[in-house]
């Protein structure tokens, strides 16, 4: 009787660990960073329309993340979005003139800003700066509709 006990309990044991690692592996996976913190600096960008684009989004540079979206909102007066972004602390030689865009990852994947580093290497991007150059997301309804409309004029 006691060696079945035993047999129970690494059953369980057994059972729970398993439960543990696909918890561990579904927030892994899931984009969740529920045990990572991002510690960095903030920059601003604005757009014209950001699609999809959710909080917690990578931002990549040359494929590589090197930060999250940390922020989304509407501008009252301007009428763009306002996306803040943190950018992990070691990646902070980031020239001020460089660019951002949003990008789809797969043909219906998540979308992520993509920066891309400017030319000049004297001024560096710091806490609290704004990427003036940015381009929105791609609407696929806006481009089949655009699509379409020239296949009509034909």
């Known amino acids: 009787m006691g060696k079945q006990r035993i047999m129970e309990i690494w059953v369980g044991v057994f059972v729970a660990g398993g439960f543990a690692a696909l918890f561990g592996l579904a927030m892994q996976v899931s984009n969740i960073p529920v045990f990572q913190s991002v510690e960095g600096y903030n920059v601003q960008m604005r757009f ?3 699609g999809g684009l959710r909080v917690r989004a990578p931002v990549t540079m040359a494929g ?3 930060g999250r979206v940390s922020d989304i909102r509407l ?4 009428y763009e979005a306002v996306v803040t972004v943190t950018i992990e602390r070691r990646f902070d030689q980031i020239p001020e003139d460089s660019d951002a865009r949003i990008y789809t990852s797969g043909l219906l994947g998540e979308q992520y800003v993509a920066i891309n580093p400017g030319g000049g290497v004297d ?3 710091a806490d609290g700066d704004e990427i003036f150059q940015t381009q929105g997301a791609l609407v696929l ?3 089949i509709g655009r699509f379409l409309t020239s296949m009509g004029d034909d």
């Open 75 to 78: 501008d009252p007066s301007s």
């Open 123 to 125: 001024w560096y991007l």
């Open 141 to 143: 309804e806006r481009l």
């Open 48 to 50: 014209d329309n950001i």
């Open 64 to 66: 590589v993340r090197i």
